[in-house]
């Protein structure tokens, strides 16, 4: 098995992994065809994360040293490609209509992430249970994916128990599923005043009203939510506590207790949107769900924090309301596809979420740094391990002609406005996603290009 002499290079591990296969190729050490080590493999003989490995793999693949093949593995390429055929070291080129920047689309950093999906489709074709993935899935899921939901569960919620997860084809499914079979056509559905468009097309769409509860830097203001509750009475309440999308707002453990107990003073069921759950800075804050569990539906996925390919959702929920939930899978989908559910159950069970989840984590929290220094003196919304920020214009700069202007230079960004669930007119904030680009290099080229213009006059663009 091929392992790297890393001694000679002072520099990130990835990169010297990438650099010790371009001088073993040259030198002759690594042959054309010769089958790298898995990234197991040689994490294991490297004593680093397969995270690391992925990494210096997907840099020798950009440098056109080696090639992943589903199935097979990875392998060196031949050499001496002419210059013209070979992919630009550099991305930060001038933008076009092709190569926007787009911080728009909150998800994880892709780079870590295809190795390891190689390896799982690999390793779940030769699962001696692969059948289970071909077949019709009973009500709720196959038990033993459920099972892994819960496992996957138990970080935020001690107790779950496989019986009462409902498995769903991502969490925007969850989301249709629990709003259709909680809720009735007219009923009056309450979220944060900023919320993530998921939730305006969907209520909207459902024929729901949708109402939005002011907010600070926590959330929801329970007064302003009880106030709410004397005017009219509410179905549902969809409340994201955890790194709340757009304002990365994270609700703390008395605030939790107190939208639970106006839950149960007016009567209404808590969907506890826990997608960013695992950003959280203080773990030891329990989930909104678990101050009213009889009364409310916990809803995550694996899109945010394994990979977005995974669209497999979990929805938690108390017994007595779990044959709505599962006849609304039914109706809607019949069922999520059990062929995904089985790889999301063995990337779970083989421990793969723990290990992206930290990589994510820490790719987060470097591009929060360089954020912060990029942004410097301007008003921003943020945590340490957010995939976003939230940024508040200096005057006269409106949300709505900032994205605007910043998408003629190349950047994509959501206004303010988009977020509103009842729109009140233009906001000066605009929503920044910094995992998108695929290096930390890219990042800070869009940011700087974000802030040039920001310091700008906005009338000078008229």
Avoid at 15 to 44: H, M, N, Y
Avoid at 96 to 125: F, Q, T, Y
Avoid at 261 to 277: Q, V
Avoid at 328 to 357: H, K, N, Y
Wanted: proline share 6%.
């Amino acid at each position: 098995m091929w392992v790297p002499r890393l001694s000679d290079f002072n520099q990130p591990v990835y990169l010297s992994i990438a650099d010790a296969l371009a001088r073993d190729i040259a030198s002759g050490a690594l042959k054309v065809g010769s089958r790298l080590p898995t990234l197991r493999e040689l994490a294991q003989a490297l004593e680093v994360t397969p995270g690391t490995i992925s990494r210096a793999y997907s840099e020798a693949q950009r440098r056109k040293l080696v090639q992943g093949e589903v199935g097979r593995g990875t392998y060196v390429l031949e050499q001496g490609v002419p210059p013209a055929t070979r992919q630009p070291t550099s991305t930060l080129l001038a933008a076009g209509p092709a190569d926007l920047l787009d911080l728009s689309i909150i998800k994880p950093h892709g780079e870590p992430l295809e190795h390891e999906l190689r390896d799982a489709l690999v390793n779940m074709a030769n699962d001696a249970d692969f059948a289970r993935a071909l077949d019709y899935a009973p009500d709720g899921g196959h038990p033993a994916h459920r099972e892994a939901g819960a496992q996957w569960l138990r970080q935020s919620l001690p107790d779950a128990q496989w019986q009462q997860v409902v498995i769903t084809a991502g969490a925007q499914h969850g989301l249709m599923v629990a709003l259709s079979a909680l809720s009735n056509s007219g009923d009056l559905v309450l979220c944060e005043a900023l919320c993530y468009p998921g939730i305006i097309s969907l209520a909207h769409g459902l024929e729901r009203r949708l109402g939005g509860v002011e907010m600070d830097e926590q959330g929801i203001i329970p007064e302003a939510l009880r106030e709410r509750c004397l005017r009219e009475k509410p179905a549902l309440l969809i409340c994201v506590a955890t790194c709340q999308n757009p304002t990365t707002a994270i609700m703390s453990a008395a605030r939790r207790a107190q939208i639970a107990a106006i839950a149960e003073e007016f009567d209404f069921i808590i969907i506890d949107d826990d997608i960013y759950g695992f950003l959280a800075t203080d773990p030891s804050i329990k989930p909104l769900s678990s101050y009213a569990p009889h009364r409310s539906v916990y809803l995550t996925s694996l899109s945010k924090s394994v990979m977005p390919a995974l669209r497999i959702g979990y929805l938690y929920s108390p017994p007595k309301l779990l044959s709505r939930l599962t006849s609304m899978v039914r109706s809607s989908i019949w069922m999520p596809s059990p062929l995904t559910a089985q790889l999301a159950s063995m990337m779970l069970g083989e421990g793969l979420d723990t290990q992206l989840v930290a990589i994510q984590r820490n790719e987060a929290a470097a591009r929060q740094a360089i954020a912060a220094e990029v942004f410097r003196g301007l008003q921003i919304a943020t945590q340490p391990h957010s995939y976003h920020l939230w940024l508040t214009l200096p005057e006269p700069w409106s949300g709505d002609e900032f994205t605007l202007l910043a998408r003629a230079n190349g950047v994509l960004v959501l206004s303010g406005t988009q977020f509103q669930a009842e729109r009140l007119g233009t906001t000066r904030s605009v929503r920044i996603v910094l995992m998108s680009p695929t290096s930390r290099d890219e990042l800070r080229f869009a940011l700087t290009k974000l802030a040039s213009l920001i310091d700008a006059d906005p009338r000078r663009f008229y």
